[in-house]
């Protein structure tokens, strides 16, 4: 995909932050600073689901729809989850997204989509295999390409600490 210019300082838009929500205990501290971030740069906030159904594609049509339908329930219900918190603790409300496909590939279209969309917010994990698949992948090979600048919030920092920097 071909990088597209941001819009986000263009009259009329405003600098989105996109975190891609996920069940990971470090999630709520990409979604806690790109929250605070936006409110105090008045931007705005983009919460991604994404949904990999690799197995539902060698499932029977019925089972896959069901699958399909309990990923997408349970993504609704993380995005409502951490949409709350964007709330409590910057007075913002993130708009919400769910897609299916591969997470790089989906961030990819969604910010080919939104031009607004500057900067992309992850967490690295607290494990000590390393900071995660997606922070892994972004951060080495494909981050030369990527079309927008990657903000790695470490796991482990606290409410106060990620304050100071947001």
Request: net charge negative; proline share 5%; hydrophobic share 45%.
């Amino acid at each position: 995909m071909p990088i597209q210019k941001r819009l986000s300082h263009e009259p009329g838009h405003r600098r989105k932050f996109l975190v891609m929500v996920d069940d990971t205990p470090e999630c709520d501290r990409a979604v806690y600073y790109a929250a605070r971030r936006a409110a105090r740069t008045r931007g705005g906030l983009v919460l991604l689901a994404v949904l990999e159904m690799e197995d539902a594609h060698q499932q029977w049509l019925g089972v896959a729809d069901l699958m399909r339908a309990e990923a997408t329930d349970e993504a609704q219900r993380r995005i409502d989850d951490y949409t709350a918190r964007a709330r409590q603790v910057a007075g913002i409300t993130a708009e919400g997204v769910i897609r299916e496909g591969g997470r790089v590939q989906v961030l990819q279209q969604i910010i080919a989509e939104d031009r607004d969309i500057a900067i992309l917010v992850l967490a690295a994990g607290l494990h000590r295999e390393g900071p995660g698949p997606l922070v892994a992948a972004l951060g080495g090979m494909q981050s030369a390409a990527f079309p927008i600048p990657i903000t790695i919030v470490p796991g482990a920092l606290s409410d106060e600490e990620l304050d100071a920097m947001a």
